[in-house]
């Protein structure tokens, strides 16, 4: 009875769900993943750049959403899109602060990586100001903002 | 059904414009290497370097090669069954690279069997007992005496170039070019300079064969 009794609103928030923005706002986080990872993967396995300790932090907080975010997208489902924020967080704050490093905002001596590969190195500057660890921040930076909107467009 | 039709063509869509441009890349890449090697070998073939078959061959093929390693071991009479293939077209050049430990100095004693024209020969007897003197990757070096001598080498003289600085240059020079050419492996090659797209003995050979026709 209980369950015959809050159906109405079950319909409502489902409704409320497949919000159709919500849904895009989500498929185009997952299309900035699917980017990202294809980017990253160009400039390690086709141009052979190494990938520093800073920049595998960041995969790591990356690859995962092109694999989770189909699933919250078919069919739309906001509890998954909230579980992946934690992870959009964090590779926000390693890609931020990878950006300050690499811009010198940082000291040297405060790098977390002396061994293997550095992660102040340059391996594209365009115009002056764009670097792999700026994309990555532009990318997660933006993907949180669409998921945290799409979260709360879409809330019951 | 059509959410899921977008989701599927996007993956599709993008993962074919990641393909077509890593080819794209890669096949843009060599030919600017090709063209480098053209203007400037220094780096990959020094003076010292062994080499193998005509020295007039259009085709010159760069080994990066360690001796204690079991590819290039495996790769050796794959080559020359590729140089018999196009008698008097390619000519193969050996680099040092001691990425193993211990290999140092077998490679010293190849150095050494060059300076008396016999680094080919010995090569093979030392690859032919390859098993018998490397264990778990490591070199031992002080067993391959026991396999180099049916070679004819002057033993006391190439023990005494083993010792030189010219030869421990020779070492130290060839791994500095392994560095700038980006060769963190081995067997590593270069074809006329190019690299190979994706490592492999397929690839080698369709290498070799693209750059024969492109010269004969």
Redesign the interface.
């Known amino acids: 009875m209980d369950a015959f009794r809050h159906e109405p609103l079950l319909m409502n928030s489902s409704d409320r769900a497949q919000d159709p923005f919500s849904w895009t706002l989500v498929f185009l986080c997952w299309l900035l993943a699917m980017v990202s990872m294809l980017g990253s993967l160009f400039f390690s396995e086709v141009m052979g750049y190494a990938p520093c300790v800073l920049c595998w932090y960041q995969r790591i907080c990356m690859y995962p959403l092109v694999l989770i975010l189909p699933v919250a997208l078919l069919p739309f489902d906001r509890n998954i899109v909230r579980s992946v924020i934690p992870l959009t967080v964090a590779g926000t704050l390693v890609a931020g602060f990878h950006t300050l490093l690499v811009g010198g905002y940082i000291p040297e001596d405060m790098k977390p990586c002396t061994q293997g590969v550095p992660c102040t190195e340059f391996h594209i500057n365009w115009f002056g100001f764009v670097t792999i660890p700026l994309l990555s921040a532009m990318a997660f930076l933006l993907i949180t903002a669409l998921l945290i909107l799409a979260y709360r467009r879409s809330s019951p | 059904m059509k959410?899921?039709n977008?989701?599927l063509i996007?993956?599709t869509l993008?993962?074919l414009?990641?393909i077509v441009?890593?080819l794209v890349?890669?096949s843009q890449k060599a030919d600017a290497a090709g063209q480098a090697y053209q203007r400037d070998k220094t780096t990959y073939v020094r003076p010292y370097s062994p080499g193998y078959g005509n020295p007039a061959a259009k085709v010159e093929i760069v080994e990066f090669f360690d001796p204690a390693c079991e590819t290039c071991k495996q790769f050796y009479p794959l080559i020359k069954q590729l140089m018999a293939k196009y008698p008097d077209k390619i000519r193969l050049y050996a680099r040092y690279t001691p990425f193993h430990q211990g290999s140092d100095t077998v490679l010293k004693m190849l150095a050494a069997a060059e300076k008396q024209g016999k680094f080919w020969e010995t090569l093979e007897a030392v690859f032919a007992a390859q098993s018998y003197w490397t264990s778990q990757h490591q070199a031992r070096p002080e067993l391959v005496w026991n396999y180099i001598g049916g070679v004819g080498l002057d033993l006391a003289r190439l023990k005494a170039d083993m010792e030189s600085r010219e030869i421990a240059g020779m070492i130290q020079q060839d791994l500095a070019d392994a560095k700038t050419l980006?060769v963190k492996a081995t067997p590593e090659f270069f074809v006329n300079g190019k690299p190979l797209p994706t490592w492999g003995y397929e690839q080698l050979k369709a290498l070799v064969e693209d750059e024969v026709k492109a010269a004969y």
């Open positions: 959410q899921k977008l989701i996007s993956a993008l993962v414009a990641f441009g890593a890349y890669r980006n």
